[in-house]
Each structure stands twice: as C-alpha cells, then as structure tokens.
C-alpha cells in the first residue's frame, strides 16, 4: 500500500485476527468515540492499492482479497463479507 491504508487492511496484514472482528463489529475506541475511524463495513469496502514508482497501477485489493492472502480464519473472511 502506498499510504494510509485501513485499519482492517493493516490489521489483516499483521495477522491480528481479534483488531480486525473488533473493526468488522465497530468495536474499536476510535469507532465508539466517533474519533474519524470509518465504520467496520465501510472499512471492509475500501479499495486498498499500491502503484509503481512511475505512478502506474501495481495491485489494488479489497480487505477479503487480503484476508485471503493473508490467510485470515473463515470466521473473518464470513464477518467480511456479511
């Protein structure tokens, strides 16, 4: 990712299972106080992506196609989609 990946994104990506059910369910400090954190299922439909040095398109994925990457239980990859 080039910069300010999600929560649920860099969660994912560090393999902490529980942050990222707390994101999906909005159960996160920064989500109960309102704090500019975008709701969990906003957060499961944002495009993630990373571009070349010159500026081009390198790879763009959404928080399921990380989850599966990054190989996320089926109970995460279910909270995802739902």
Same mark, same amino acid.
């Given at each position: 990712?080039?910069?300010?990946?999600?929560?649920?994104? /860099? #969660? /994912?990506?560090?393999?902490?299972?529980?942050?990222? /059910?707390?994101?999906?369910?909005?159960?996160?400090?920064?989500?109960? #106080?309102?704090?500019?954190?975008?709701?969990?299922?906003?957060? #499961?439909?944002?495009? !993630?992506?990373?571009?070349?040095?010159?500026?081009?398109?390198?790879?763009?994925? /959404?928080? !399921?196609?990380? #989850?599966?990457?990054?190989?996320?239980?089926?109970?995460?990859?279910k909270r995802i989609i739902q």
């Open positions: 990712y080039d910069c300010n990946p999600s929560q649920l994104y /860099l #969660a /994912l990506y560090q393999q902490r299972v529980g942050y990222a /059910l707390d994101i999906l369910n909005d159960r996160t400090r920064e989500q109960i #106080a309102d704090l500019k954190e975008p709701r969990g299922y906003e957060q #499961a439909n944002t495009w !993630i992506f990373r571009n070349e040095p010159d500026g081009r398109l390198r790879w763009r994925m /959404l928080p !399921i196609h990380a #989850a599966v990457i990054f190989g996320a239980p089926l109970n995460v990859v």
